[in-house]
């Protein structure tokens, strides 16, 4: 492994997707190989199965690089938090 | 132009007055309220519980606040939106537009209602009577009454 990105990054997560995770947020430092929103997931998604199991139909899970809605091609770099969270059912 | 995030409940003719008060360049107010209801099918719930991202709710919500204000002409908007325990008949959700005329300020109303459920981020879930609770899912129409603003 090369060095990692020194910046820790605060991950986000709400509704079912925090319920399946176990928890609401948490700071992690993103490996090298993690570019992209879509790379993020598949990392998280090594970190064990509550990950796997929140992260199970990937596509049904939205993203938002700080507080802004993005697309998982999305790339990370610079985001101070990053959060994930189920389409939205306000209203 | 203002947007309010809070648990506590709603008067809506208290707040169109406000938004309104002192105004003579006002011609039409369209004020939507949504309230929590029994869903069509299913079993009746208990209660509701609105969860959102602090920061991201009021940024997002101002941003669909500032589209509309970009494409109708309008003198004043509000949008309230609810969060934690709710019951059936409960306020949720209040939008106000208004306008010199009705026109804008209806459709200003719909595409903020329409923006605001497919990209605001709130969420719902649902408890029935006997305990059990349940996250609502994301309506396909919902996404499709927010398409019909693009622009071609």
Redesign the interface.
Known sequence: MSKASPKPVKLLYFAWVREKIGRGSEEVTLPDNVATVADLVAWLKTRGPEFGEAFARPEVVRAALDKAHVKSDAPVLGAREIAFFPPVTGG | MSVKVQSEDFDVAAEAAALTAGRTDIGAIVTFT?RVRHDDKGPPIASMT????P??TE??LSRIEADAMARWPLQASLII?RTGHLVPGDN??LVVTASAHRQAAFEAAGFL?DY??????????ETGPSGESS?????EN?ETAAKRWRSP
Not at chain 2, 116 to 125: D, S, V
């Open positions: 949504g609105l969860e959102h991202y920061g991201m940024t997002e939106h949720i959700v209602m605001l459920k497919t990209r605001a981020p709130f969420w719902k879930k996250w609502v899912d994301a309506r919902d």
